[in-house]
């Protein structure tokens, strides 16, 4: 694979940071070169396959843990259920509230529990029940490989909507959030703070789950326009190291490699982000997110129809 083509894959996929690790550690350390326009060999019976109309569907996890390794028994910050068609160059990405009150392990739950309860499988065994999709990969990710792309590429524009000031002293490690409202651009340690703020400390501003997502599906916009400029692209390499350490999958290798051929198709304009609708309830003393089952079944249908299970 020519360097050229390998860059504007690896930075086409920053949004969806999960899809590194696994094409960065394949391409980079395992697998042999692969030339744009090849046909690869991935049959069990040795023949060649055409990948022209390769989609994947993937389930991205955030957790708020120091590392991806030690997020065992953690519950998920950031939920979002991910397709890329190679085909047409659409994305489609759908925000799952992390307070969606859902069936987990049989009992109703918040879906972020999911994960700590039974890691990414369960996760993913989770948001299959509920959303009735084909879904077998995932991607987990922590804060920290977000903090070191924006710092690499020198900051990420952001409209900062209002004073963003938040303390707490008990999180580990601390969490100090002071961003000034207005256009603005922000190194890693800002981004994780405009990603991360949910209200001040009194309450009076901020966001609701929804309004929180909906800043996230910005950032990510933002994030993406601003790494693929070409000032941008040739600084992405160099961060093999933060990608294999922050970022964990279970995308084969193979199928990486099939899509790698076609990810010249990838327009990051035609993006399509929803969040699951719904509206936040207190059950007793417990805030939940109570999701509209018709209005879901909708989206997912016309985001994801592909892989709607019968």
Do not use: C, W
Not at 210 to 228: A, P
Request: net charge negative.
């Amino acid at each position: 694979m020519r360097k050229k083509f390998l860059i504007a894959f690896i930075a086409s996929f920053i949004g969806f940071t999960i899809l590194y690790s696994t094409v960065l550690n394949s391409l980079f350390f395992k697998e042999p070169a692969v030339a744009s326009g090849d046909i690869i060999d991935v049959d069990e019976d040795g023949e060649d396959e055409d990948i022209g109309n390769e989609k994947l569907l993937f389930l991205v996890m955030g957790v708020d843990a120091k590392s991806v390794k030690q997020s065992k028994g953690t519950r998920t910050d950031t939920l979002m259920l991910a397709s890329v068609d190679f085909d047409t160059g659409e994305i489609n990405i759908l925000s799952i509230p992390r307070d969606t009150r859902l069936s987990v392990k049989g009992k109703l739950d918040k879906v972020n529990a999911a994960h700590a309860y039974g890691g990414p499988e369960l996760s993913i065994e989770t948001i299959k029940d509920f959303l009735a999709v084909d879904l077998e990969y995932y991607v987990k990710l922590d804060y920290q490989i977000v903090q070191d792309v924006v710092d690499a590429i020198g900051g990420v524009e952001i409209e900062v909507p209002f004073l963003m000031s938040y303390k707490d002293p008990t999180a580990d490690p601390p969490l100090n959030i002071y961003l000034e409202p207005g256009l603005q651009t922000l190194n890693g340690k800002q981004s994780h703070d405009f990603l991360r703020f949910r209200n001040n400390n009194s309450y009076t501003v901020g966001y609701d789950d929804v309004g929180r997502i909906k800043s996230q599906q910005y950032f990510v916009k933002e994030l993406v326009k601003q790494t693929l400029k070409p000032k941008n692209v040739v600084k992405i390499p160099s961060l093999i190291k933060t990608y294999y350490e922050n970022v964990e999958t279970n995308i084969p290798i193979t199928k990486m490699l099939k899509a790698a051929t076609s990810v010249g198709k990838i327009d990051i304009e035609n993006m399509n982000t929803e969040t699951v609708p719904g509206q936040g309830q207190y059950i007793g003393p417990v805030s939940y997110y109570i999701y509209e089952r018709e209005a879901t079944n909708t989206i997912v249908e016309e985001m994801f129809g592909d892989f709607v299970l019968d």
